[in-house]
C-alpha cells in the first residue's frame, strides 16, 4: 500500500496545481499622487478620471499578467510638501510597482527625486518642463515638453496670428510658467519677433491691473501668459476690462473648465496650446470621449483627461512586455516604449524619456473650447 | 501720462477696498484693543455670501448688485457679532494673548470649514453689477472699479457720521477712549462692543464683495493676504482712527499698484510689511494717530 | 556631572545606535519619526520664544527658511568642491552636514537678531503682527534671489538627514532651552513674560532677554530648517510661509507655554495626527481651529501642560518612600 503512497501524492499535488486558479490573489498595484483637492484640483481630478478609466477598462480585460491591477490614489491638495512624503507612502507602504504623477511640473519634480532613489518608475502624464526627467533614469512622461510648446506658440503668434511685438505676462512662482516663457521668447526672437516688455506675477495674485496697463502702454500686439487657468482667466478679464483688444494665448496650463467660467465673455477668441482635443477626427480620440462620457456622465475629457488615460496605459503595458513586476525590468521596458498608440497619439520614449507628440491649438469660441489645429514636432 | 494716470485709478480702487476691511481692523482696536486676526475671514464669507446672493439674483443689474452687497453685510454683521459673543466676550479681561490665539483660531476655523464646505477650488463669481468699460481720452474705467470707489466712499462717509453723529457712535468713542470710565457714565460695554463688531463685519464683507467684483476668483482661503494688508494700512494710518484708516489703504493701494507696475511686482507682498515694520520703528502711533503710552 | 548634561550624552548615544538599525525600520515609520524630531526642535525652539520670555512671534517659519536655505545652498554648492566627484565619506559627508547645519543655524539666528532688536518695543499684538511680517519678507525674498532657485525653490539637495542627526539636535534643543530657563537666564526671560514694566523697574535688562530668546530660537528654527530640507530633498519659499509659522504655534499653546515636556508630548501628537488622520485631511484643521478656541476657553494653559517634574517627584516618592 505505501508503495502507491508517492505516486498518488505526486498525482494529486500535478492536479491541484493544474486546477489551480489563472488568477493569483495578489493585485499589481499601481500608484497616483495627483492634486485632488485645492487650487489646481481641476487638473488633478481631470487626470485621476482618465487614469481610473484605463485602469478598469485593462482590468476589465484580464488585467495584466494574470492578474488585476489596483490602483492606489493619494492627494497632495496642491500643497507643497505633500507629494513627497505621499509618494514615500505610496513606495514603501504599499509597494507599488509604478508611480503615475503629477500634472504640474513643480509637483513631479517634487516626488521624482524620491521615486529616482527607490528605483521606482515614475511616469508623469503632463509635466511639460524638461527638468522633471532630467531627475534621473525612472522618471519618464507621456507628453511634450516646453521647448517644444513654447516653438510651437512662437511659430503660432508670428505665423498665424501675424504678431511681430509681444508681451510676456509670466508667473515667477511655477517652474511651468518660467520654463515655458522661456522657449517662447528664445524662439519667437530666433523667428524674427519682438518681446517688448515682460511683466512678472506669483500665484495667487488676483490683480493683474498694474501689469496689463504697463503692458498696454507698450503697445504690443499680443500677449502670452504662460500660466495656469485661474490666473490666466483674471489676467484675460482684467485685460478686456481694460480695453485691450489684443489677442491673449498660453500653454497647457489654460486647460480647465474653469477657465471660461471665471474668464467669461473675455477668454472669447484666446488661444491655447495643449496636448490633445476631443474634437480631433481620429477613432481612437472618438472612442476615448464616448468610453468617458459613459463612466462619468457624459463629461468631455480635456488633455490631463487623455494624458492620464495614457500615462497609465504605457505603465501597464510597460509591466506587460517586461513580463514582471520587477522595477528594472519595468524601467528598462518603460524605455523602450516605441508606438505605444495612445489617444493622445503615437507614443514613442526618446533617449530622455520623453515622448514627442504633435500639440493642437485650441480657440476659445462660443463659450467653448474649439480644436483650430494640429502641429506637429 | 495715460499710463500713470490708469495706474492712479488702480491704486485707488485697491485701496478703496483695502479701506472697507482696514476700518473693521480699526474699529475693533480701538474699543477692544485687539486685533482681530478673524476678520480677513469675514471679508471672505462675505464674498461667498455675494456670491450665492448672485447666483439667484439677475446679473448686471444695479439694484441686484445692491441686493448682494446689503445680503452679504447683513450675513457677516451677524457672523461678526456671534463671533464676538462666542468666543471673544469669555475672555475679556484676562490676558490679551489668550484672545489673539483664539482669533487665529476663529480664523482658521473659518478658512477651513469654508475648504471643507465650499471646496478649496476658487470660484468664479458672477457679475452682479453692470459691467461697463468706459473710455476717458486714453483712460479706461471699468464700471466695477466705479462702484468700489463710490460705495466704498458711501461706506466711509455713513461710518463716521454714525459714530460721530450717533448716540451709540458716542458710545464706541467713550470706550475706546476709557472703557471703565465709560461704564461708569452708564454706557452698556456689551452692546457697544456687539455694536462695533457688527459694523466692522459689515464693512469687511462689503470690501469682501468689492474685491469680488472686481477679481472674480474666490476661494475660501482668499482673505488671508487683503486682510494682513488691510492691518497693515490700519497701522499706517493710526490704529483706531478711522479717516487715518481711509488714509493708510489709499496709500498702501497707490503704492502697491506703481510697484506692482514696475520692475519689482514680485516684491509688492514684502513692500506692505517693510511698511508695516518701517511704521512700527519710527511712527508707531500711524500718520494720524495720537500716541498712547501702552503701546510701545 | 549635571543631570541634564548625562540626558543629553544618554540621548545622543541612544539616537546613534536607533540610527545604525534605521534600515531594519519601515522607511514609511522612519520618515513619521524624523518629522517628529524636526516639529520637536521646532516647537521647543519657539517656546523659549513664545512662552518661557512670553513675546508673541509668528515668523517661525522664516528662521527656518533662511536655515533650509542656506544650508542647501551650502551642501549643494561648496559641497561637492570640498568632497570631490566620489562624494566623499560617511565622515566627511556628515562633518560637512555638521558645517551646513550649524552654518544655517547661524544665519538664522543673525535673522533672529534682526527681528529681534525691532521688536523690542513691540508688545503683544503688534509683535505678533511684525514677526508675521519679517517672516513674509523673508519669504518674499528668497522668491526673489534666483541663484537660490527664486520661487521654484532648490531642488535636489542630498538626502543627509538621518534619525541621528534629527535626534541629536532635538535632545540639543531641548538640553540647551532646559539649562537656559533654569539658569538666572531663565528668571530674566520668565520675568520679562510676566511684567515687562516691573522687571524693567527693579534693573532687569528685559532687552537683553528678548534678545536671547529671540536669538537661541532662532538659531535652533534654522537647525530644523537644514534638517527639513535635506530630508525632504526640496524646498520652495511658500513652504515656509504664514500657515507653517502658525502650524508650530499650535503645538506650542497645545503644549502649554512655557512647558518644555509638554510642547515636546504636543509636537509628538500633532505630527503623528495628519499621518494617522490623513484620510479626514480636511477635518482635521478644522478639528484643530476648534481645539484652539475651546482650549483659550476652557484651558489656556494648554492641553499638556503639567507639571511633569512634580508628577515625576511624587511617582518616585511612592515607589520608593524608603529613599526619603
Redesign the interface.
Known sequence: MFRLLRPLLAAVSAAMALSAPAYSQETIKIGEYASLTGKEAAFGQSSHKGTLLAIEEMNAAGGVLGRQLELITEDNQTKQGESATIVKKLISREKVVGVLGEVASMRSLEAAPICQAYRVPMISPSSTNPKVTQIGNYIFRVCFIDPFQGTVMAKFAKETLKIRKVALLTSVSSAYSVGLAKYFKERFIADGGEVVIEQKFTEGDKDFNAQLTAIKASGVEGIFVPGYYTEAALICKQARDLGMTVPLFGGDGWEAPELIEIGGDAVEGCYYSTHYSPEVDTPAVKEFVAKFQARFEGEIPDAMAALGYDSAGVMVDAIRRAGSTDEPAVRDALAATRDFPGVTGSTSMDKDRNASKAAVIIMVKDGKFKFVQSIAP | MTEFLQQLLNGLSLGAIYALIALGYTMVYGVLRFINFAHSDVFMVGAFIGYFAGKHLPHGTVWGGLVALAAAMAGCAVLGIVIERLAYRPLRGGPTLNVLITAIGVSLFLEYTGQLVFGATPRAFPAIFPAKIISVRGLVVSMNQVIVIVVAAVLMVALQLSVYRTKIGMAMRAVSLNPKAAQLVGVNIDVVISFTFGLGSALAAAGGVLYALNYPSIDPLMGMVPGLKAFVAAVLGGVGNIPGAALGALILGMVETFVDGSRWSTYKDAIAFAILIGILLFRPAGLLGRFTTEKV | MPKPLIALITAVIAAFGVSYFSDRI???YL?VLIGVGINIILAVSLNLVNGYT?Q?SLGHAGFMSVGAYLSAALTMLVGPRLLGDSGGTALQQGLLFLCALVAGGLGAAVAGLVVGI?SL??????L???T???G??IR??F??VDALG???GL??IP?YTTFFWVYAFAALTVFTVVCLVRSTYGRGFIATHDDEVASEAVGLNTTRYKIVAFVVGAFFAGVAGGLYGHF???I?P??FD?TKS?EI?VMV?LGGMGNTTGVILAAILLTLLPEVLRSV???R??L??????V???VR?KGLFNFDYLGMATRLRRKLWPARE
Do not use: C, H, W
Open positions: 519601515d522607511p514609511y520618515d512670553g508673541f525691532p518695543r513691540l508688545k503683544g499684538d503688534y505678533a503682527l511684525v508675521l511680517g519679517f513674509e519678507i518674499v525674498i522668491q526673489n527664486g520661487a521654484l531642488n535636489g538626502y525632504k530633498l526640496t520652495t511658500t513652504g504664514f502658525i504655534v499653546i485631511e480636511e477635518y484643521m478644522v484643530y481651529s476648534l481645539l484652539l478656541i482650549l483659550m476657553l489656556p
